[in-house]
């Protein structure tokens, strides 16, 4: 299984992947809030999935709105 981490924000976004070791298989990727980004997002995800022949697991920030 690999664990991705994404760290979201309006304009971009942070992506970090380990595997079930723990050990760091891309520190830092980050990508646009755009549907490019997104394309780059999702063509990493389907390359690890790939190379590490192995489930990905995605968790997201919770990011509160503050006044």
């Given at each position: 299984?690999?664990?991705?981490?994404?760290?979201?924000?309006?304009?971009?976004?942070d992506m970090a992947v380990i595997d079930s070791k723990g050990n760091i298989l891309l520190k830092h990727l980050n990508f646009a809030n755009s549907k490019e980004g997104f394309d780059k997002?999702?063509?990493?995800?389907?390359?690890l999935?790939?190379?590490h022949?192995?489930?990905?697991?995605?968790?997201?920030?919770d990011t509160e709105f503050m006044v």
């Amino acid at each position: 299984m690999l664990f991705v981490g994404i760290d979201i924000a309006k304009n971009k976004h942070d992506m970090a992947v380990i595997d079930s070791k723990g050990n760091i298989l891309l520190k830092h990727l980050n990508f646009a809030n755009s549907k490019e980004g997104f394309d780059k997002l999702h063509t990493k995800l389907m390359e690890l999935a790939s190379s590490h022949d192995s489930d990905i697991c995605i968790a997201l920030e919770d990011t509160e709105f503050m006044v």
